[in-house]
């Protein structure tokens, strides 16, 4: 199961440089590719907003 990102992602960045396989791709709210992720949680333990959690 991999992890999503909400509406309240303000995409400062700090997920994208946490995530071991760059499943992170950057935007206005910041998206994670469901096949890419191996749902470790490493972005939403880091996530200030806590806009990450899992599917």
Known sequence: MAYVINDDCIACGTCVDECPV???S???IYKI???ACTDCGTCADV???EA???A
Request: with cysteine; charged share 35%; proline share 13%.
């Open 22 to 24: 760059d499943a992170i």
């Open 26 to 28: 950057e935007g206005d």
């Open 33 to 35: 590719d469901a096949d």
């Open 47 to 49: 996530c200030p907003t």
């Open 52 to 54: 990450i959690s899992p």
